[in-house]
Protein backbone atom coordinates (compact mmCIF):
# COMPACT_ATOMS: atom_id res chain seq x y z
CA UNK A 1 0.00 0.00 0.00
CA UNK A 2 0.57 3.63 -0.40
CA UNK A 3 3.48 5.07 1.74
CA UNK A 4 4.67 7.92 2.48
CA UNK A 5 7.61 9.05 5.18
CA UNK A 6 8.48 12.42 6.17
CA UNK A 7 11.79 13.14 7.79
CA UNK A 8 13.90 15.88 8.16
CA UNK A 9 11.97 18.13 11.07
CA UNK A 10 13.86 19.49 13.80
CA UNK A 11 14.82 22.98 15.91
CA UNK A 12 15.96 25.92 13.66
CA UNK A 13 16.86 29.30 14.49
CA UNK A 14 14.98 32.52 12.38
CA UNK A 15 16.85 32.77 9.19
CA UNK A 16 18.00 29.36 9.19
CA UNK A 17 17.59 26.47 6.73
CA UNK A 18 16.08 23.00 6.52
CA UNK A 19 15.41 20.13 4.21
CA UNK A 20 12.32 17.76 4.72
CA UNK A 21 12.57 14.72 2.79
CA UNK A 22 9.40 12.39 2.36
CA UNK A 23 10.32 9.38 1.30
CA UNK A 24 7.23 7.37 -1.05
CA UNK A 25 6.72 3.57 -1.95
CA UNK A 26 3.75 1.43 -2.51
CA UNK A 27 3.27 3.27 -5.84
CA UNK A 28 5.00 4.40 -9.18
CA UNK A 29 6.53 7.46 -7.22
CA UNK A 30 7.65 8.67 -10.47
CA UNK A 31 4.30 8.95 -12.37
CA UNK A 32 2.78 11.60 -9.71
CA UNK A 33 2.38 14.94 -8.74
CA UNK A 34 3.31 15.65 -4.96
CA UNK A 35 2.51 18.41 -2.65
CA UNK A 36 3.74 19.93 0.38
CA UNK A 37 0.95 21.04 2.93
CA UNK A 38 2.13 22.26 6.65
CA UNK A 39 -0.11 22.59 9.52
CA UNK A 40 0.95 25.36 12.83
CA UNK A 41 0.28 24.15 16.05
CA UNK A 42 -3.67 24.42 16.80
CA UNK A 43 -4.43 25.56 13.21
CA UNK A 44 -5.84 24.79 10.04
CA UNK A 45 -3.94 23.13 6.77
CA UNK A 46 -2.07 25.36 4.70
CA UNK A 47 -0.98 24.26 1.05
CA UNK A 48 2.73 25.11 0.50
CA UNK A 49 4.25 23.51 -2.54
CA UNK A 50 3.45 21.35 -5.62
CA UNK A 51 5.49 19.65 -8.12
CA UNK A 52 4.51 17.82 -11.22
CA UNK A 53 5.17 13.86 -11.70
CA UNK A 54 8.91 14.89 -13.59
CA UNK A 55 10.44 18.13 -10.74
CA UNK A 56 10.02 20.34 -14.38
CA UNK A 57 6.66 22.52 -13.22
CA UNK A 58 6.31 23.28 -9.32
CA UNK A 59 3.99 25.89 -7.98
CA UNK A 60 4.33 28.12 -4.14
CA UNK A 61 2.01 29.32 -2.07
CA UNK A 62 2.41 33.54 -1.78
CA UNK A 63 3.85 32.75 1.92
CA UNK A 64 6.75 31.01 1.21
CA UNK A 65 7.35 31.48 -2.64
CA UNK A 66 11.29 32.68 -2.83
CA UNK A 67 12.41 31.05 0.23
CA UNK A 68 11.16 27.38 0.14
CA UNK A 69 11.99 25.15 -2.96
CA UNK A 70 10.59 21.99 -3.61
CA UNK A 71 12.39 19.05 -5.47
CA UNK A 72 12.32 15.42 -6.22
CA UNK A 73 14.60 12.65 -7.27
CA UNK A 74 12.86 10.23 -9.11
CA UNK A 75 15.49 7.61 -9.16
CA UNK A 76 15.16 7.67 -5.20
CA UNK A 77 11.31 7.79 -5.09
CA UNK A 78 12.19 11.14 -2.46
CA UNK A 79 10.34 14.20 -2.11
CA UNK A 80 11.75 17.01 -0.99
CA UNK A 81 11.29 20.75 0.54
CA UNK A 82 14.22 22.90 0.80
CA UNK A 83 13.37 25.74 3.47
CA UNK A 84 15.17 29.35 3.64
CA UNK A 85 14.78 32.26 5.50
CA UNK A 86 12.57 30.38 8.25
CA UNK A 87 10.95 32.82 10.21
CA UNK A 88 8.90 32.09 13.60
CA UNK A 89 5.40 31.52 11.93
CA UNK A 90 6.66 28.71 9.60
CA UNK A 91 6.62 26.49 12.89
CA UNK A 92 4.77 23.66 11.95
CA UNK A 93 4.02 20.25 11.20
CA UNK A 94 4.93 19.88 7.29
CA UNK A 95 3.35 16.70 5.25
CA UNK A 96 3.56 15.36 2.12
CA UNK A 97 0.73 14.47 0.43
CA UNK A 98 0.43 12.46 -3.10
CA UNK A 99 -2.01 13.25 -6.31
CA UNK A 100 -4.64 10.97 -6.95
CA UNK A 101 -4.01 9.93 -10.37
CA UNK A 102 -0.77 9.36 -12.38
CA UNK A 103 0.10 11.44 -15.38
CA UNK A 104 -2.67 14.38 -14.40
CA UNK A 105 -3.21 16.55 -11.80
CA UNK A 106 -6.50 17.23 -10.08
CA UNK A 107 -4.66 19.07 -6.80
CA UNK A 108 -6.31 17.01 -4.31
CA UNK A 109 -4.44 14.25 -1.76
CA UNK A 110 -5.46 10.98 -1.44
CA UNK A 111 -2.62 10.10 1.03
CA UNK A 112 -0.53 11.58 3.43
CA UNK A 113 2.09 11.31 5.06
CA UNK A 114 2.33 11.34 9.21
CA UNK A 115 4.60 14.64 9.20
CA UNK A 116 7.29 16.27 10.52
CA UNK A 117 7.73 19.05 12.80
CA UNK A 118 9.84 21.86 12.06
CA UNK A 119 10.28 24.77 15.09
CA UNK A 120 11.73 28.19 14.44
CA UNK A 121 12.81 29.54 17.77
CA UNK A 122 15.75 31.84 19.11
CA UNK B 1 -6.98 33.95 -3.43
CA UNK B 2 -10.34 32.29 -2.98
CA UNK B 3 -11.76 32.30 0.48
CA UNK B 4 -13.57 29.27 2.17
CA UNK B 5 -15.97 29.49 4.60
CA UNK B 6 -16.10 27.10 7.57
CA UNK B 7 -17.93 27.57 10.68
CA UNK B 8 -15.33 26.73 13.74
CA UNK B 9 -17.54 24.28 15.26
CA UNK B 10 -20.59 22.00 14.69
CA UNK B 11 -22.40 19.58 17.23
CA UNK B 12 -24.70 16.43 16.36
CA UNK B 13 -26.15 14.22 18.85
CA UNK B 14 -25.59 10.62 18.55
CA UNK B 15 -27.15 8.86 15.52
CA UNK B 16 -28.08 12.13 13.67
CA UNK B 17 -27.12 13.80 10.67
CA UNK B 18 -23.93 16.46 10.44
CA UNK B 19 -23.98 19.30 8.02
CA UNK B 20 -20.52 20.98 7.78
CA UNK B 21 -21.14 23.55 5.13
CA UNK B 22 -18.15 25.41 3.27
CA UNK B 23 -18.93 28.89 1.54
CA UNK B 24 -17.37 30.32 -1.46
CA UNK B 25 -18.16 32.74 -3.78
CA UNK B 26 -19.83 31.04 -6.48
CA UNK B 27 -18.22 27.40 -4.97
CA UNK B 28 -20.23 25.23 -7.52
CA UNK B 29 -18.23 25.85 -10.09
CA UNK B 30 -15.24 24.47 -8.54
CA UNK B 31 -14.70 20.65 -7.70
CA UNK B 32 -14.43 20.40 -3.98
CA UNK B 33 -12.85 18.25 -1.70
CA UNK B 34 -13.12 17.14 2.41
CA UNK B 35 -10.45 15.78 4.87
CA UNK B 36 -10.98 14.39 8.17
CA UNK B 37 -8.22 15.06 10.50
CA UNK B 38 -8.41 13.65 14.27
CA UNK B 39 -6.10 14.58 17.06
CA UNK B 40 -1.79 13.62 16.51
CA UNK B 41 -3.18 12.28 13.36
CA UNK B 42 -2.97 13.30 9.14
CA UNK B 43 -5.90 14.59 7.18
CA UNK B 44 -7.50 11.33 5.26
CA UNK B 45 -9.73 12.40 2.20
CA UNK B 46 -13.45 11.48 3.31
CA UNK B 47 -15.00 13.19 -0.27
CA UNK B 48 -13.44 13.71 -3.40
CA UNK B 49 -14.70 16.11 -6.15
CA UNK B 50 -17.58 17.19 -4.28
CA UNK B 51 -19.34 13.85 -4.13
CA UNK B 52 -17.66 10.96 -4.64
CA UNK B 53 -16.23 8.68 -1.30
CA UNK B 54 -13.12 6.93 -1.47
CA UNK B 55 -13.04 3.16 -0.91
CA UNK B 56 -13.14 2.22 2.81
CA UNK B 57 -15.25 5.51 3.94
CA UNK B 58 -18.94 4.64 5.13
CA UNK B 59 -21.56 5.16 2.72
CA UNK B 60 -22.84 7.66 5.55
CA UNK B 61 -20.38 10.58 4.62
CA UNK B 62 -22.07 12.17 1.48
CA UNK B 63 -21.23 15.53 -0.10
CA UNK B 64 -22.55 17.83 -2.13
CA UNK B 65 -22.24 21.35 -3.92
CA UNK B 66 -24.53 24.23 -5.07
CA UNK B 67 -24.48 28.04 -5.83
CA UNK B 68 -22.15 29.25 -2.69
CA UNK B 69 -21.99 26.82 -0.59
CA UNK B 70 -20.48 22.93 -0.61
CA UNK B 71 -21.91 20.33 2.19
CA UNK B 72 -20.34 17.63 3.87
CA UNK B 73 -23.27 15.42 5.27
CA UNK B 74 -22.44 12.91 7.82
CA UNK B 75 -25.61 10.77 8.77
CA UNK B 76 -26.16 8.35 11.71
CA UNK B 77 -23.09 10.13 13.14
CA UNK B 78 -20.96 8.21 15.95
CA UNK B 79 -18.35 9.10 18.39
CA UNK B 80 -15.73 8.08 15.90
CA UNK B 81 -16.56 11.22 13.52
CA UNK B 82 -15.63 13.53 16.48
CA UNK B 83 -13.05 15.26 14.52
CA UNK B 84 -11.97 18.60 12.34
CA UNK B 85 -13.11 18.74 9.04
CA UNK B 86 -11.85 21.10 6.03
CA UNK B 87 -12.95 21.72 2.59
CA UNK B 88 -10.55 22.49 -0.06
CA UNK B 89 -10.19 23.38 -4.11
CA UNK B 90 -7.85 24.60 -6.31
CA UNK B 91 -7.60 27.96 -8.14
CA UNK B 92 -5.25 29.25 -10.38
CA UNK B 93 -2.47 27.00 -9.54
CA UNK B 94 -3.12 27.17 -5.62
CA UNK B 95 -4.88 25.24 -3.56
CA UNK B 96 -7.02 26.79 -0.74
CA UNK B 97 -8.18 25.40 2.88
CA UNK B 98 -11.17 25.90 4.60
CA UNK B 99 -10.79 27.25 8.01
CA UNK B 100 -11.65 23.87 9.39
CA UNK B 101 -14.75 22.79 11.56
CA UNK B 102 -14.59 20.87 14.85
CA UNK B 103 -17.42 18.14 14.75
CA UNK B 104 -18.38 17.40 18.12
CA UNK B 105 -20.88 14.34 18.73
CA UNK B 106 -23.01 14.62 21.82
Given at each position: QVQLVESGGGAVQPGGSLRLSCAASGFTFSTYGMHWVRQAPGKGLEWVAFTHYDGNNNYYSDSVKGRFSISRDNSKNTLYLQLN???????AVYYCAKE???????????NWGQGTLVTVSS | SFDLTQPRSVSVALGQTARVPCGG????IRTVHWYQQKPGQAPVL?????VNRPS????RFSGSNSENTATLTIS???????ADYYCQVWDSDTVFFGGGTKLTVL
Open positions: SLRAEDTPYSGYYLYYFD | TNIVVIYRDGIPERAQAGDE
